[in-house]
């Protein structure tokens, strides 16, 4: 067979490819297999029929640049392929993660947009534990955020128009950030005897320290000698205008 014959049947002649445009509005054609393994893209194919030429390219969202698109592709190639065992997929992951925040932070924000969950997860995970046990003001700068907050606003939900995972990861966080002070707070006020409001009547205060009854009975004697005292001035008063 000549090397002619052999390049028709080549399995890399036979792989069909899309074409993809990235944020700075590049295209560039991609193995329509391994592209497809992101949710968006594959729907845009299926759905659209789009990225079948060059003219008709998939526009990936604005966070999708090239250099985010050639890792992601990277992910997708090894996470594609059959045969990979559950040591290898961890060993792989565990490499492919290890860069900068910024770096990492960008890669989330495009897995994100693809729908690629795995790696969002997987970047996720990463990032929570970069910022694990740190300040709001460390994590603000982690994340290179604005620090214009006050202290009780640093723990409030921030608003999350554009579905940032960032935020979305940063917003969970002070969900616990929140719980763990509120819970302290309850520790430290019970621990220190916090003075209860005693919303109870005089009587039944009363009753309390006299021994449950003896405060009702000794009440109610009261009440009754009082009404003696009152029966015989009205007598007295009635003799004296008789006479």
């Not at 944020?23 to 968006?40: G, K, L, N, T, Y």
């Not at 996720?124 to 604005?146: Q, V, Y």
């Amino acid at each position: 067979m000549s090397e002619a014959d052999m390049a028709v049947i080549n399995p890399e002649n036979m792989k069909s490819y899309i074409w993809l445009k990235t944020s700075d509005d590049s295209i560039q054609q991609v193995e329509q297999e391994i592209a497809m393994f992101c949710p968006m893209i594959c729907q845009e194919v299926i759905t659209k029929g789009m990225g079948s030429s060059k003219t008709y390219p998939i526009a990936l969202p604005q966070r999708v640049t090239p250099a985010m698109l050639s890792l992601i592709l990277d992910y997708c190639r090894f996470h594609q392929a059959p045969g990979r065992s559950n040591k290898e997929r961890k060993y792989f992951d565990e490499k492919f993660i290890r860069m900068g925040t910024k770096r990492l932070c960008e890669l989330t924000s495009a897995a994100d947009s693809l729908q690629l969950k795995p790696l969002v997860d997987l970047t996720s995970r990463a990032l929570a534990r970069m910022i694990e046990g740190k300040t709001p003001e460390e994590i603000r700068d982690i994340f290179h955020l604005p620090d214009d907050l006050t202290e009780e606003e640093k723990l409030e939900p921030l608003k999350n128009i554009t579905d940032d995972p960032r935020i979305r990861l940063l917003n969970r966080l002070y969900a616990r950030k929140r719980k763990e002070l509120k819970q302290k707070d309850k520790q430290t006020n019970v621990g220190t005897g916090e003075e209860r409001v005693d919303d109870r009547s005089v009587d039944e205060l009363l009753s309390f320290i006299n021994g449950g009854n003896q405060g009702v009975k000794a009440s109610k004697s009261k009440k009754k000698n009082k009404r003696k005292k009152d029966h015989q001035k009205i007598g007295s008063l009635n003799g004296v205008t008789k006479g």
